[in-house]
């Protein structure tokens, strides 16, 4: 398994780790399989959506911010009450198929790791496996 680590800068923010998986895979050698990339946190998550207009990025975030507000009624001590919920909407993995040594995403699509309770230092993990095996 291979784990990453990576700096956010703002409270809220969806960072493109596209490459850094493309080139994980690439490492691997691995032709044919799948790609499991999960991150291991409470308050953030890993998502698959548009990267060529950052808009999409912006308006999620904003959209995300608006449905579940920072301050609330919330009883969890730690007040990130917000961070937790946009983490479990979102979700902890994604699963990308592996082809020809590739992976299969559609043209607009990257993948992003959402950090709603920056600025930390985090981590995701990427595990592939061959589907040849
Ligand atoms: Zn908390």
Same mark, same amino acid.
């Given at each position: 398994?291979? !784990?990453?680590?990576? /700096?956010?800068?703002?409270?809220?923010?969806?960072?493109?780790?596209?490459?850094?998986?493309?080139?994980?895979?690439?490492?691997?050698?691995?032709?044919?399989?799948?790609?499991?990339?999960?991150?291991?946190?409470?308050?953030?998550?890993?998502?698959?959506?548009?990267?060529?207009?950052?808009?999409?990025? /912006?308006?999620?975030?904003?959209?995300?911010?608006?449905?579940?507000?920072?301050?609330?009624?919330?009883?969890?001590?730690?007040?990130?009450?917000?961070?937790?919920?946009?983490?479990?909407?979102?979700?902890?993995?994604?699963?990308?198929?592996?082809?020809?040594?590739?992976?299969?995403?559609?043209?607009?699509?990257? !993948?992003?790791?959402?950090?709603?309770?920056?600025?930390?230092? /985090?981590?995701?993990?990427?595990?592939?496996?061959?589907?040849?095996?």
């Amino acid at each position: 398994m291979y !784990i990453e680590t990576l /700096r956010t800068h703002s409270k809220i923010e969806m960072i493109d780790i596209t490459g850094s998986i493309r080139q994980i895979v690439k490492k691997s050698g691995v032709k044919n399989g799948i790609c499991l990339v999960y991150v291991p946190h409470t308050t953030a998550a890993v998502t698959i959506n548009e990267n060529a207009d950052s808009s999409v990025k /912006r308006d999620i975030i904003s959209k995300l911010s608006q449905l579940i507000p920072e301050g609330d009624n919330y009883t969890h001590i730690e007040g990130n009450s917000d961070a937790h919920i946009k983490s479990s909407i979102i979700g902890a993995s994604v699963v990308i198929p592996i082809d020809s040594g590739n992976l299969v995403l559609g043209t607009w699509q990257g !993948i992003f790791f959402c950090e709603f309770d920056g600025p930390r230092t /985090r981590k995701f993990f990427v595990q592939i496996v061959d589907s040849q095996k």
